[in-house]
């Protein structure tokens, strides 16, 4: 079985920086199971395998897999694979594809480099915790933390946000897998990690994931609407708080990512670039 894919850096206009992602194309239907294997094959944050859409409006279903689970929504795959549907005329302008969380539009926004745009699912602020027991997490000090409460915040994947008064703890912080899955034992699914601070662009940020099998992701889609949303909350962005903005991620392992987001009344969009790298052929 011959399994045609391509490689793309995903927030980036620079080949080899960004957060880079395979999308499987339109080929022989697979069992989830080998789905995932291949998505472990490839290690990368995350693998797409496009397959006929059965929701009416979107032009294909998106299945997306990390290195250890498939994923009901995520930003960065989303993005790169509305790109190459783009690239290779499956789709224009607006367009909807389908994922386990539902339909999401799409928006490829022309220019010389394409910025492709998605509208982030309807998110959910859910549980606060301990600025304290938070700050233990990521080997800081309770006082090195915002003055605001951590929160779950969900658009298909729950993220714990937890706000940094500068980018240099940012970079400093040293994540304790084991004091996070102690912290967050008690939700049935997992539940990622992620900490940025308020800079004069918007926010400049690291995730972990490690029950994803993602010990640190260079760029999390999926995870910068709730980031806009909670920055819209607590007064932590410029202005009125609408309005397009950057989060700047991956830059301390390496592989520095723009997340565009754009925030207004009517919720919250994440745009970046995309930059196309290997084309391939998979043998199984």
Same mark, same amino acid.
């Given at each position: 079985?011959?399994?045609?894919?391509?490689?793309?850096?995903?927030?980036?206009?620079?080949?080899?920086?960004?957060?880079?992602?395979?999308?499987?194309?339109?080929?022989?239907?697979?069992?989830?199971?080998?789905?995932?294997?291949?998505?472990?094959?490839?290690?990368?944050?995350?693998?797409?395998? &496009?397959?006929?859409?059965?929701?009416?409006?979107?032009?294909?279903?998106?299945?997306?897999?990390?290195?250890?689970?498939?994923?009901?929504?995520?930003?960065?795959?989303?993005?790169?694979?509305? *790109?190459?549907?783009?690239?290779?005329?499956?789709?224009?302008?607006?367009?909807?594809?389908?994922?386990?969380?539902?339909?999401?539009?799409?928006?490829?926004?022309?220019?010389?480099?394409?910025?492709?745009?998605?509208?982030?699912?309807?998110?959910?602020?859910?549980?606060?915790?301990?600025?304290?027991?938070?700050?233990?997490?990521?080997? &800081?000090?309770?006082?090195?933390?915002?003055?605001?409460?951590?929160?779950?915040?969900?658009?298909?994947?729950?993220?714990?946000?937890?706000?940094?008064?500068?980018?240099?703890?940012?970079?400093?912080?040293?994540?304790?897998?084991?004091?996070?899955?102690?912290?967050?034992?008690? *939700?049935?699914?997992?539940?990622?990690?992620?900490? *940025?601070?308020?800079?004069?662009?918007?926010?400049?940020?690291?995730?972990?994931?490690?029950?994803?099998?993602?010990?640190?992701?260079?760029?999390?889609?999926?995870?910068?609407?709730?980031?806009?949303?909670?920055? &819209?909350?607590?007064?932590? &962005?410029?202005?009125?708080?609408?309005?397009?903005?950057?989060?700047?991620?991956?830059?301390?392992?390496?592989?520095?990512?723009?997340?565009?987001?754009?925030?207004?009344?009517?919720?919250?969009?994440?745009?970046?670039?995309?930059?196309?790298?290997?084309?391939?052929?998979?043998?199984?």
């Amino acid at each position: 079985m011959k399994l045609p894919y391509v490689v793309v850096d995903v927030f980036t206009e620079t080949p080899l920086q960004g957060n880079s992602l395979a999308v499987f194309l339109d080929g022989p239907s697979l069992e989830t199971e080998t789905m995932q294997r291949i998505a472990r094959e490839m290690n990368l944050s995350e693998s797409v395998f &496009l397959e006929p859409a059965t929701l009416e409006g979107c032009v294909r279903s998106l299945r997306i897999f990390t290195p250890g689970r498939e994923m009901r929504f995520a930003g960065h795959p989303t993005i790169g694979t509305s *790109f190459v549907l783009a690239d290779q005329a499956i789709a224009s302008g607006a367009f909807q594809v389908q994922e386990k969380v539902g339909p999401v539009a799409v928006r490829v926004e022309p220019g010389d480099r394409p910025l492709v745009w998605l509208s982030t699912p309807p998110i959910e602020f859910q549980e606060t915790f301990d600025r304290a027991a938070c700050a233990g997490i990521i080997g &800081l000090q309770t006082d090195d933390l915002l003055d605001v409460s951590p929160q779950i915040l969900s658009a298909g994947n729950p993220i714990l946000l937890v706000g940094l008064k500068t980018a240099e703890l940012v970079d400093q912080a040293a994540f304790n897998f084991a004091a996070h899955r102690a912290l967050t034992s008690h *939700f049935p699914e997992p539940i990622c990690f992620f900490i *940025f601070a308020p800079v004069p662009t918007g926010a400049y940020s690291r995730m972990f994931a490690p029950d994803l099998g993602l010990v640190e992701d260079p760029a999390t889609g999926s995870a910068t609407g709730p980031l806009g949303a909670y920055m &819209l909350k607590h007064k932590l &962005l410029p202005g009125d708080g609408l309005g397009r903005f950057v989060s700047e991620q991956g830059k301390k392992m390496g592989r520095r990512s723009l997340l565009h987001f754009e925030v207004s009344p009517d919720g919250i969009d994440v745009g970046g670039y995309v930059t196309p790298i290997i084309e391939g052929v998979l043998t199984l």
